[in-house]
C-alpha cells in the first residue's frame, strides 16, 4: 500500500494546472490532458531564452542539446527503460508509421501479422499496408459480448511465421488494461515481438516495460499532462534488427536520432522534462531531488488512487439506468481506467454528446479511431459511443455535475 502522507491535497493538485481554474469541465482526457504550469512554462522558457539549434559549439547550442538529451532520459525513466529505447516522435501514430516502415524493409517475406480488433488505428494502419508487401494479416477478433481478446484466441493465431502482435494495452474506448504479459509470454514462445499501443494507459498507470518484457510500446505526451509529441520504447535487441529512416550517413546504431527524422521538437522537450517536476510534486518527493522512477511510481499510485472513486460513481449511475448500456468492463477495480463509453436505447450518442457540450462539461461521441472494434461490436459507425474519460485532476463534484445533465438528457 502506497503512502501519500507527504502528497499534496486533491485542491493543491488541481491548483498546478491554470486550465482548470475556468469553467469548462474536461472529461474528455483520453482525448487530451491539460498540462500543469511547470510544462507550460518550461516550454515558454525555451521558447523566449534559449531558442537556438542543437549540437553547435556555443554555449546557449549545448544547453538545448543537453534539454533535449535530458527529456530523452526522462522518458526512459518513465517508461523504465533500462537499456532500452526512447525514440521521440510528433505523435503516435507517427511513430508506429516510421516502426512499420522499417520493419517493411527488415522482415523476409510471407511473416504472419497478427492485430487486436480492440485497437486504435494509429497501431493497425500501419501494420494493415504490410499486406501489400507480401504479408499475412490476421485479427485476433473482440468477444462481442464482453469486449475482449481472449489469451486462447491468440494462442490459436500464433505460429513460427509469426514476427508480430499489435495490440493497445487499454482500448480507447473500453478502459480495460489487458494482461500484457501474458500477451508478450505467448508471443514470445513463438519468436513474435510485440507492439503495445500504451496511449490510453499511460494517463493512469505507470509504464514498466521491462517487467512486462515487451518489445515496442508507444505513448502520448499530450495526453500525460505534456505537450504534444510522443514516445516509442525500444528493447535493445528488437531495435537492433531494424534500421531507422533518417539519413544515410547518421549511422544505423546512432539510436533514437535514426529513428527521428527530423529531430524531436525542441520546445516541446523542455516540456516533457518539466512534467518531472509535476511528478515530484504529486509523489511528495523533495523539490530537489531528481525524478527517479521511485518518484513515478508513486504519483502514479497517487493518482490511481484520486481516479478510483470517480470510476465507481459514475459506472454506479450508468449501471443503474435500464436505458443504458456501458460498453467496456461494467464493474470498476485495479484493472478498469477511467474511460468509460455508453450507448443509449434510443438517443443517439451524438444528441447527448452534443446535449452535455453545451453545459460546458467536455466529452466525445464517436468510433474514436477504434473503427474495427465499433463494426465488430455491431455499434453504429458514425455514431459510435458517449465517451467520458477522466483522470486524476477530476472531482466527484465534476462527476455529479455531469450525471445531473445526463439525467436531463436521457
Ligand atoms: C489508444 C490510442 N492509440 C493511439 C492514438 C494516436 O495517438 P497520436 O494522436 O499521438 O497519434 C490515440 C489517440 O487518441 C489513442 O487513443
Not at 525514440?87 to 508506429?96: D, K, P, V
Not at 523476409?108 to 499486406?131: F, S
Not at 499510485?301 to 435500464?322: F, Q, V
Request: aromatic fraction near 8%.
Amino acid at each position: 500500500m502506497t503512502d501519500f502522507a507527504a502528497s499534496p491535497d486533491h485542491a493543491t493538485i488541481r491548483a498546478q494546472f491554470p486550465a482548470l481554474a475556468g469553467d469548462v469541465v474536461f472529461l474528455e482526457n483520453a482525448g487530451g490532458s491539460q498540462v500543469p504550469a511547470v510544462v507550460a512554462d518550461a516550454i515558454h522558457r525555451y521558447l523566449t531564452r534559449t531558442y537556438v539549434q542543437l549540437g553547435a559549439g556555443y554555449p546557449l547550442s549545448q544547453q538545448c542539446t543537453a534539454t533535449v538529451d535530458a527529456a530523452h532520459a526522462f522518458a526512459r525513466t518513465f517508461v523504465n527503460a533500462g537499456d532500452g529505447q526512447a525514440i521521440l516522435g510528433s505523435s503516435s501514430t507517427a511513430l508506429l508509421n516510421i516502426l512499420s516502415d522499417s520493419y517493411a524493409a527488415a522482415l523476409e517475406p510471407d511473416r504472419r501479422i497478427v492485430l487486436a480488433e480492440t485497437g486504435h488505428e494509429a497501431n493497425l494502419g500501419p501494420w494493415k499496408r504490410l499486406e501489400s508487401r507480401g504479408h499475412e494479416i490476421v485479427w485476433w477478433r473482440v468477444d462481442p459480448a464482453t469486449g475482449t481478446c481472449s489469451l486462447a484466441d491468440l494462442e490459436a493465431l500464433l505460429d513460427d511465421r509469426t514476427a508480430l502482435v499489435a495490440l493497445p494495452h487499454v482500448s480507447n474506448l473500453l478502459g480495460e488494461i489487458v494482461d500484457l504479459p501474458a500477451v508478450v509470454a505467448a508471443a514470445h514462445a513463438v519468436g513474435a515481438r510485440v507492439v503495445a499501443d500504451g496511449v490510453a494507459y499511460a494517463p493512469h498507470r505507470a509504464i514498466d516495460v521491462q517487467a512486462w518484457d515487451v518489445d515496442w510500446y508507444v505513448y502520448s505526451t499530450y495526453k500525460v499532462y505534456g505537450p504534444h509529441m510522443a514516445v516509442l520504447y525500444g528493447k535493445p535487441d528488437a531495435v537492433a534488427e531494424l534500421t531507422g529512416p533518417n539519413h544515410f550517413f547518421i549511422p544505423d546504431d546512432e539510436v533514437p536520432y535514426k529513428f527521428e527524422p527530423g529531430g524531436a521538437n525542441h520546445e516541446s522537450c523542455a516540456g516533457l522534462l518539466a512534467l518531472g517536476e509535476y511528478l515530484k510534486f504529486l509523489a511528495g518527493s523533495p523539490a530537489e531531488s531528481a525524478c527517479d522512477r521511485d518518484t513515478v511510481e508513486r504519483a502514479f499510485a497517487r493518482m490511481a488512487a484520486l481516479e478510483e472513486p470517480l470510476i465507481e460513481r459514475l459506472l454506479e449511475y450508468l449501471n443503474g439506468r435500464s436505458d443504458v448500456r456501458v460498453v467496456g468492463p461494467a464493474a470498476g477495480g485495479p484493472d478498469r481506467v477511467g474511460t468509460i463509453s455508453f450507448v443509449h436505447r434510443s438517443k443517439s450518442s451524438r444528441e447527448i454528446s452534443d446535449a452535455v457540450d453545451r453545459s460546458e462539461i467536455a466529452i466525445r461521441y464517436g468510433h474514436m479511431y477504434a473503427w474495427h472494434l465499433c463494426k465488430a461490436l455491431g455499434l453504429d459507425l458514425d455514431d459510435g459511443v458517449v465517451r467520458v474519460s477522466f483522470v486524476h485532476y477530476n472531482t466527484a463534484a465534476e462527476i455529479d455535475r455531469l450525471i445531473a445533465v445526463l439525467d436531463e438528457v436521457l
